[in-house]
């Protein structure tokens, strides 16, 4: 069974930076791509981030684009978003996501496997 486990959400201030780390386990080879989304309070639930499986190409929503980057570590098959300079508006609960088939879509429904999120609150 695959799961995915988000850690690395805390409490910062504007300005300040995070990482947040998605750690996969089980049967993952037929991974596509992965992603990061985020929840604010009474929203709906939205694209950050997405990176292919190899790590070649990467996906960026404009409001966080020169802001966060993707990235993966293979040998420890651990996702990441390190995030910088971060505005109050990015408070919410981060998923990281994982798809099997090919595209890098910004759709959550298009995810087949989520983690259970890492609450973020930017204080300003």
């Known amino acids: 069974q695959v799961q995915l486990v988000e850690s690395g959400g805390g409490l910062v201030q504007v300005g300040g930076s995070l990482r947040l780390s998605c750690a996969a386990s089980g049967f993952t080879s037929n991974f596509y791509a992965m992603a990061w989304f985020r929840q604010a309070s009474g929203k709906e639930r939205e694209f950050v981030a997405s990176i292919t499986y190899t790590g070649v190409s990467t996906r960026y929503a404009d409001s966080v684009k020169g802001r966060f980057t993707i990235s993966r570590d293979d040998a420890k098959r651990t996702l990441y978003l390190q995030m910088n300079n971060l505005h109050a508006e990015d408070t919410a609960v981060y998923y990281c996501?994982?798809?099997?088939?090919?595209?890098?879509?910004?759709?959550?429904?298009?995810?087949?496997?989520w983690g259970q999120g890492t609450q973020v609150t930017v204080s300003s």
């Open positions: 996501a994982a798809r099997r088939t090919m595209g890098l879509t910004t759709t959550p429904s298009s995810y087949d496997v």
